[in-house]
């Protein structure tokens, strides 16, 4: 759970700026390539009606099984199924779309910050992407990279990247875990390692996470927040 909200934070905050950024290229670069921009322009909002139709469409499907599962149609773990292969339909279709930025490992800034890629894991280039300060055109750093594999694997390898790189287990995580023990719930799945805390006013500048979902599926997180910042105060 922590995992996928994690995830899906960082993945529309950086979707949603990248789109604007690309939009705002178009808009105000003049020059002699005029036409070239325009077009290029014309895609990125193609690009963008497309995904946000994507994302209504994917929301619409995840309400139909929400509400069969509150009407008692289908039990919780129908309804996980069905989620799951949303997930896997719309929901790739979503990453394939909004990806500008494919990537294929982690750039020499994010190994400098301490980050490693996990062994015995493969990298899903869908959801995977990055963008650079190096780039007039998007202004930060940031990267996501989500592997698949098996769950005992994930759990092993989030473990050792988070101690290379120094994150500790995210405190909700941490409390989850506690409260788990102390009354003999069922054992949480997954893990969440964090270096910043949402809403708080003294985070790094590189905000990083480090997750695993109970399906094995790892994800890793790095943003240069600041500059990310103030890229949107500048829209």
């Known amino acids: 759970?922590?995992?996928?909200?994690?995830?899906?934070?960082?993945?529309?905050?950086?979707?949603?700026?990248?789109?604007?950024?690309?939009?705002?290229?178009?808009?105000?670069?003049?020059?002699?390539?005029?036409?070239?921009?325009?077009?290029?322009?014309?895609?990125?909002?193609?690009?963008?009606?497309?995904?946000?139709?994507?994302?209504?469409?994917?929301?619409?499907?995840?309400?139909?099984?929400?509400?069969?599962?509150?009407?008692?149609?289908?039990?919780?773990?129908?309804?996980?199924?069905?989620?799951?292969?949303?997930?896997?339909?719309?929901?790739?279709?979503?990453?394939?779309?909004?990806?500008?930025?494919?990537?294929?490992?982690?750039?020499?800034?994010?190994?400098?910050?301490?980050?490693?890629?996990?062994?015995?894991?493969?990298?899903?280039?869908?959801?995977?992407?990055?963008?650079?300060?190096?780039?007039?055109?998007e202004g930060f750093n940031s990267i996501t990279l989500v592997y698949h594999g098996n769950y005992d694997v994930a759990m092993k390898q989030s473990e050792i990247i988070a101690k290379k790189a120094r994150i500790p287990i995210s405190k909700d995580y941490e409390d989850a875990m506690i409260l788990s023990q102390k009354y003999d719930i069922e054992t949480i799945k997954g893990a969440s390692y964090l270096n910043f805390e949402l809403g708080s006013d003294d985070n790094p500048r590189y905000n990083i996470s480090i997750t695993v979902k109970d399906d094995g599926t790892l994800t890793i997180n790095a943003t240069d927040t600041y500059a990310l910042m103030k890229q949107l105060e500048e829209k």
């Not at 994507?54 to 509150?70: G, H, N, P, T």
């Not at 799951?84 to 994010?110: C, E």
């Not at 400098?112 to 007039?136: A, C, F, H, R, W």
Request: proline share 2%; glycine share 4%.
């Open 1 to 137: 759970m922590f995992g996928k909200l994690l995830y899906t934070y960082f993945f529309k905050l950086i979707v949603i700026t990248i789109l604007l950024v690309s939009c705002d290229e178009a808009e105000t670069k003049k020059s002699k390539d005029f036409q070239q921009n325009l077009q290029s322009f014309n895609s990125t909002m193609t690009k963008l009606d497309s995904t946000f139709d994507l994302m209504d469409s994917m929301q619409i499907e995840v309400d139909k099984v929400e509400e069969e599962r509150a009407l008692g149609k289908i039990s919780d773990e129908e309804a996980v199924e069905k989620l799951n292969q949303i997930n896997n339909t719309l929901g790739r279709k979503i990453a394939k779309t909004s990806n500008f930025h494919p990537v294929n490992g982690l750039p020499s800034w994010a190994k400098q910050l301490g980050l490693s890629e996990p062994i015995g894991m493969v990298l899903d280039k869908d959801y995977s992407q990055t963008t650079s300060e190096n780039n007039d055109n």
